[in-house]
């Protein structure tokens, strides 16, 4: 069954430091989507990054990068330079085709909650 | 543009009494999913529809639990009777494509506390 492990629970860090959040999936599918989400203390679910399972470059907006590794089934995310306004959590979410073959519902992690301290 | 717009935001009933959140999805989009999110079992999807028609409800906790869309602008989550153990963020979102190969918008949530 497909399962999206996010082993660390929370992560405490100082602005301007770097942090790698962790994400592992498990699924049977060849064909499957990543995502991570950011939920901040307000409450909202916010999209971040979609990556599908034929494309492992690796992607980087600003900040924020993303490292997909099929051979480890992980999905890592890091932000350079932390700042306070980071301070959220960080949910990884992986989909896969349903039964119809062409949608499927979206499993997310426990999620990682990031605490960026001044 | 409006985003996914949910209501009420909060809601506190007493055990027993029936409950309906509400979802109007963002125009256009096709798909629409109901989570629940719980500090024990963290999101969970509930129920998932693509143009109206229910596709996975295998979510769904039990019978208590109904969730309806009648039209593309309009869903329904409704737990009759509530217990105490539904206390939860309900979050209804949507998304422009079938099931998973889009972005999902999600709403800002309903958060339910039964007493």
């Known amino acids: 069954a497909q399962k999206v492990t996010q082993a660390q629970t929370e992560i405490s860090v100082v602005e301007k430091e770097d942090v790698t959040l962790d994400c592992v999936y498990e699924t049977r599918d060849t064909t499957y989507y990543l995502f991570w989400y950011k939920q901040p203390p307000s409450g909202e679910l916010v999209f971040l990054i979609r990556r599908n399972s034929f494309d492992e470059q690796n992607e980087i907006s600003g900040r924020y990068s993303w490292n997909f590794q099929k051979s480890t089934s992980s999905f890592n995310f890091t932000i350079t330079a932390s700042q306070v306004v980071d301070s959220a959590v960080y949910f990884c979410a992986l989909s896969e085709l349903d039964r119809y073959n062409q949608g499927g519902k979206l499993i997310f992690g426990q999620g990682t909650e990031l605490s960026v301290k001044p | 543009d409006a985003g996914v717009i949910q209501s009420p935001r909060h809601e506190v009933t007493e055990m027993g009494q029936e409950v309906t959140l509400r979802c109007k999805p963002i125009?256009?989009?096709?798909?629409l999913f109901w989570y629940r999110q719980t500090m024990m079992r963290g999101l969970e999807l509930l129920i998932y529809?693509?143009?109206?028609?229910?596709?996975?409800d295998s979510g769904m906790p039990e019978d208590r639990f109904s969730a309806k869309m009648p039209n593309a602008s309009f869903s329904t989550l409704k737990i009759q009777p509530s217990e105490p153990r539904d206390s939860a963020v309900y979050f209804c979102?949507?998304?422009?494509?079938?099931?998973?190969?889009?972005?999902?918008?999600f709403g800002e949530g309903s958060r339910l506390t039964v007493l």
């Open positions: 529809f693509n143009n109206n028609v229910p596709i996975d």
């Open positions: 125009s256009g989009h096709n798909s």
């Open positions: 979102a949507s998304s422009w494509a079938r099931g998973f190969t889009g972005e999902l918008f």
